[in-house]
């Protein structure tokens, strides 16, 4: 047996140790499932990721899919936003600026209630080689909402600073893919309950901010057979991420966000040939599947995720699915050069006995080499 499987038989190891170990998936904040990265691609298709991630976002959702890299990649500039279509009803291009604030936007809301806010803005400049990933994530994200009576205002927000490095095992002529990863993250959360009269109210005063390291594994196991079906298993924060191993970056606060809590996720996919100049891509998915065992906790459907994509040349791609119960859909075009992709995807925010779509879009342009 060749050189190979050594590393490979202790990655697989870990990851049969990193399932193993108890935990729910992705916390969940104003009743949505927080991820801690999820690419545009993604969104597109369903919220799928695990099998079909091929590029610089697999350093930060399954590093298996380095293994499918063939060419060296340089991402310096690649703004991704994000919106909910209620946001247009709450704010607009002369006030948008009043909703980066926690006060700002609680007034905006109390001119809404009962309507969702949510923004998300990232960057993630990074190099990519075939198996070898790094780069830095930057992302800031609100959400926020007024309950219709007026009574509480839920703000949650989410700061994330972190360095990525990632690593890929080629096995069996590379029908094995075996990924392993690791983030340095400084985060800082604030996630409260706070009277909608409020005046006054600074960021600040209620964050929490910490450093941590955070761990994940995947495997993809391609069979060599037409269609090239495919099973993958994305382990991301492995054995829970914790944020106490020193104080933020840049507050010195006492409080320390709350824990990651480890997600599990598994995925069955396809990707048949339609013609000389058209490929497609399936999948099915289901993320956290420790929630399984407990069915009182949320419903199966809001864990489940669906996607297809068709590639026109590797130059246009279409993209649509179903995430957690709600179509979603995508287009990109891109050259070695620039990428452009956007996608809208409806969000699960109500709960298992009264579920409720927030929809959103996102978009985002990169400059590569």
């Known amino acids: 047996m060749g050189t190979w499987m050594n590393p490979i038989y202790f990655l697989l190891s870990c990851l049969v140790v990193a399932i193993a170990t108890p935990g729910r998936a992705a916390t969940a904040f104003n009743n949505e499932i927080d991820e801690f990265y999820v690419g545009v691609r993604s969104q597109g298709m369903g919220g799928a990721y695990v099998n079909v991630v091929n590029d610089e976002t697999a350093i930060l959702t399954n590093p298996a899919g380095l293994g499918k890299l063939r060419d060296y990649t340089l991402t310096f500039f690649d703004p991704e936003f994000t919106g909910s ?53 930057s992302k800031f994200q609100y959400n926020a909402s007024v309950d219709e009576t007026g009574t509480t205002y839920r703000f949650d927000y989410v700061n994330d600073w972190a360095m990525a490095l990632a690593y890929n095992f080629r096995g069996l002529g590379g029908i094995l893919k075996v990924g392993v990863a690791g983030r340095l993250i400084n985060r800082a959360e604030v996630h409260r309950d706070l009277p909608a009269n409020s005046t006054g109210l600074e960021l600040n005063a209620f964050k929490a901010e910490g450093m941590g390291l955070a761990a ?19 382990v991301r924060d492995a054995g829970n991420t914790s944020y106490n191993l020193r104080e933020g970056m840049f507050n010195a606060t006492t409080d320390r966000p709350r824990d990651t809590e480890q997600s599990v996720d598994v995925a069955l996919s396809a990707q048949p040939i339609l013609g000389n100049r058209v490929r497609a891509t399936v999948t099915i998915e ?84």
């Open 286 to 369: 289901y993320h956290g599947v420790a929630t399984a065992l407990k069915p009182a906790e949320e419903d199966a459907l809001k864990r489940s995720h669906a996607g297809v994509e068709f590639n026109f040349s590797d130059f246009a791609f279409l993209r649509a699915g179903a995430n957690q119960g709600y179509w979603t859909g995508g287009i990109e075009f891109a050259t070695q050069r620039f990428q452009l992709q956007a996608a809208s995807y409806g969000e699960e925010i109500g709960t298992p006995s009264g579920r409720k779509e927030d929809r959103r879009w996102v978009g985002k342009f990169a400059l590569r080499f």
């Open 85 to 137: 279509f209620n946001n247009t009803d709450i704010v607009n291009a002369s006030n948008f600026t009043d909703a980066t604030s926690i006060q700002g936007l609680l007034d905006k809301l109390n001119l809404a209630r009962g309507k969702h806010w949510h923004a998300k803005t990232q960057l993630f400049p990074s190099f990519v080689a075939p198996n070898f990933g790094v780069g830095i994530l």
């Open 216 to 234: 994940d594994f995947g495997v993809v196991a391609t069979a060599p057979i037409a269609g090239l079906p495919a099973l993958g298993v994305s």
